[in-house]
């Protein structure tokens, strides 16, 4: 167990829809990092998240967008769904926002767009 | 950006024998960090091992070590005496060290499907 949690592990929705994956990091990690896994594009970077500001953007859609709260815990929103957006998202966490810190990678969420 | 290249879609090893996975990876950062991660089926993912780009000696985990030619850009896995639970895919990862234009993010090949078979 790697101490950070995502919600739902499963989504199911359809084509068109909106959905919140929730990440809650590490206690003490300030980073948060959203990653997506998909057959055909593998594991992407998509955002990451520094105490509460925007730190990086990576592969990110439009339609994808993050925060991260006070609290430090960050949603992922994806709007407009495609089939294309089925994947795994994993969220990660490391104590700061550089590059010292280990990242610590949640079980993922599991989405499926019908 | 930097690539990383596992050339090794899938390989297979025997119980307590030895299996080499490959990487290479393209950068023009003279300092950098390299990662092998673990995925099992329960799609966790789970750091094996770990390099800094800086550092000449190779690192070694237990069963795990690595191979890191800096100059040829590769850093290869080791796992020595393979057990069954060693079954996984296994994701070659660089992560730059100063902050680039995506940060500290990780930046992962396409994976080598690993099996053990007893």
């Known amino acids: 167990d790697s101490g950070v949690t995502q919600t739902p592990k499963h989504l199911i929705t359809a084509t068109g829809q909106r959905v919140t994956l929730r990440c809650s990091p590490r206690?003490?990690?300030?980073?948060v990092y959203w990653y997506q896994q998909s057959l055909d594009q593998g594991l992407q970077f998509l955002i990451q998240?520094?105490?509460?500001?925007?730190?990086a953007k990576g592969n990110i859609l439009e339609r994808f967008s993050a925060q991260q709260f006070p609290d430090l815990h960050s949603e992922l929103n994806l709007s407009s769904l495609e089939l294309g957006d089925s994947a795994l998202y994993f969220c990660?966490?490391?104590?700061?926002?550089?590059?010292?810190?280990?990242?610590?990678f949640g079980p993922g969420t599991r989405l499926t767009v019908l | 950006a930097q690539t990383v290249t596992q050339s090794q879609p899938e390989m297979s090893v025997q119980e307590a024998e030895t299996v080499t996975l490959s990487c290479t990876y393209d950068?023009?950062?003279?300092?950098?960090?390299l990662f092998w991660y673990k995925q099992p089926p329960s799609r966790q993912m789970i750091l094996v091992i770990r390099?800094?780009?800086?550092?000449?000696q190779n690192a070694t985990e237990n069963r795990f070590s690595v191979n890191f030619q800096k100059a040829a850009k590769s850093f290869s896995l080791k796992i020595s005496d393979s057990q069954l639970g060693d079954a996984a895919m296994y994701f070659c990862?660089?992560?730059?060290?100063?902050?680039?234009?995506?940060?500290?993010?990780?930046?992962f090949g396409k994976g080598t499907s690993l099996l053990v078979t007893p």
């Open positions: 990660a966490s490391s104590l700061s926002g550089d590059s010292v810190n280990e990242q610590f």
């Open positions: 206690s003490g990690d300030l980073s």
């Open positions: 998240y520094y105490n509460g500001e925007e730190r």
């Open positions: 950068t023009s950062e003279s300092d950098y960090y």
């Open positions: 390099q800094e780009a800086y550092k000449q």
């Open positions: 990862a660089y992560r730059s060290y100063l902050n680039s234009n995506s940060g500290y993010a990780l930046n």
